[in-house]
């Protein structure tokens, strides 16, 4: 079963989560860190490039996320 999960996966996509959730955990540790903003953008970027052939409704919610958490990444920043 794991095997099939991780078949079904792409390389780049696991890539991609891993630095993801690296950043967020770093950001738990960090008091002042915009970064959990930033890595949930690029997660929620590469969650809408996989899903957009097969659940395309979905994928634009996501790059709607992305977008949402991108602009209040900048609000914050500046």
């Known amino acids: 079963m794991i095997k099939e999960i991780f078949r079904k996966v792409p ?12 950043m ?7 008091p ?13 970027i590469a969650i809408a490039i996989r899903n957009w052939k097969n659940q395309r409704y ?3 919610i996501f790059l709607l ?4 958490g991108f602009t209040v990444f900048i609000k914050i920043i500046f």
Not at 65 to 68: D, G, H, T
Request: charged fraction near 0%.
């Open 32 to 44: 002042n860190s915009n970064l959990s903003t930033l890595a949930l953008v690029i997660l929620s």
């Open 65 to 68: 996320l992305a977008v949402m």
């Open 11 to 22: 390389i780049w996509f696991w890539c991609i989560w891993i630095v993801g959730m690296s």
């Open 58 to 60: 979905a994928a634009m």
């Open 24 to 30: 967020i955990v770093f950001a738990l540790f960090q």
